[in-house]
């Protein structure tokens, strides 16, 4: 398994390598995707809709127990309608020109891999598509289901507090601070996971919840390094995401119009924010074929696991039994 720090180096080698492609195809295709999620936070904070979605929240902590004086709903809470506004403003996008860049970066990643002398084809493109939608699809129940568990250990956490009669402002801002703690370490490893499976189904074709199956076996022990991997193109599309909002929000509000300097920094912005994008994908292309290496034992292309069992002979005596089951791509 590589250091974090070779990845990325070797990922930014690789980006700029290609970066013919990308800039001139694939940039394009995150285009369309880029300003959606940039506008996204610029619309939604103003629109009727994160309000009616922030009050059912609202009701339903409410209703689960939650005391109403944690923080950490409130924010959550806020954070939460804001977030589900901002996807199902970007899900069309998300789902057509998203994934058709992801498909047409792992397409020419694999094609080099290959070394195929073959021209790039959109038929091909189309036929990756396919397993990257089923698998994005999936991994939304992925996310639901890891919301869902963070929001049933929370409950069980304050419904207990309140059985025992536990009403301490001070354990209460504690609780609510691991709770967060908590909440975020789920979510971050249900997005890691999803990423990767992300990655699997473009490079195996092999797209739903198999995908996830697999990506979970590869992060398996190695989450760390894609936390790692992850933190500097979060805090590069953050950085972009503000910038946005400084240079283009702010002169349209403080001029009312869009005048000639918001008309060409606005595409600038938004071309920076998808190539941030499409190296982040590259990033996890590289970190695949890391995971894929340090898997592999390299007979028939095959997948092989060791599993130790835990056996006991008739004398009572314990001793170790190995299996190797092999997957084959």
């Not at 709903?73 to 058709?100: A, R, V």
């Not at 990767?196 to 398996?220: D, N, W």
Request: proline fraction near 4%; include cysteine.
């Amino acid at each position: 398994m590589e250091k974090t720090h070779k990845i990325i180096r070797k990922s930014i080698h690789t980006f700029l390598q290609n970066y013919h492609h990308f800039a001139a195809t694939v940039a394009f295709l995150a285009f369309p995707v880029s300003a959606s999620i940039l506008l996204s936070q610029t619309v939604i904070p103003f629109s009727p809709l994160p309000q009616t979605v922030y009050s059912r929240f609202r009701s339903l902590f409410d209703a689960a127990g939650f005391p109403p004086s944690s923080q950490f709903f409130s924010l959550l809470n806020l954070k939460l309608s804001q977030t589900i506004s901002s996807s199902i403003f970007t899900l069309p996008f998300t789902l057509s020109f998203l994934l058709l860049a992801k498909a047409s970066i792992i397409q020419i990643l694999h094609h080099k891999h290959k070394q195929s002398q073959s021209p790039l084809c959109f038929s091909s493109l189309i036929n990756l598509y396919y397993p990257l939608l089923l698998t994005q699809v999936c991994n939304s129940f992925v996310i639901l289901s890891a919301n869902a568990t963070a929001f049933s250990l929370l409950f069980l956490a304050f419904n207990s507090l309140d059985v025992l009669g536990i009403s301490s402002q001070g354990f209460l801002l504690f609780l609510s601070t691991a709770g967060a703690i908590v909440y975020s370490v789920i979510l971050a490893n249900a997005l890691i996971i999803c990423n990767m499976a992300i990655i699997v189904a473009g490079m195996e074709s092999s797209g739903g919840f198999l995908a996830i199956l697999k990506a979970c076996v590869l992060v398996r022990g190695r989450a760390a390094t894609a936390l790692l991997l992850a933190l500097p193109i979060n805090l590069g599309l953050a950085a972009v995401e503000a910038l946005f909002q400084y240079r283009v929000v702010r002169a349209y509000k403080l001029f009312g119009d869009f005048n000639s300097s918001i008309a060409w920094e606005a595409p600038l912005i938004v071309y920076i924010y998808s190539l941030l994008v499409i190296l982040d994908t590259v990033t996890g292309c590289i970190f695949f074929e890391s995971c894929k290496s340090s898997t592999r034992l390299n007979r028939e292309d095959g997948y092989y696991y060791r599993i130790e069992l835990m056996e006991e002979r008739g004398d009572g005596e314990a001793f170790t039994n190995s299996k190797t089951i092999q997957e084959l791509p």
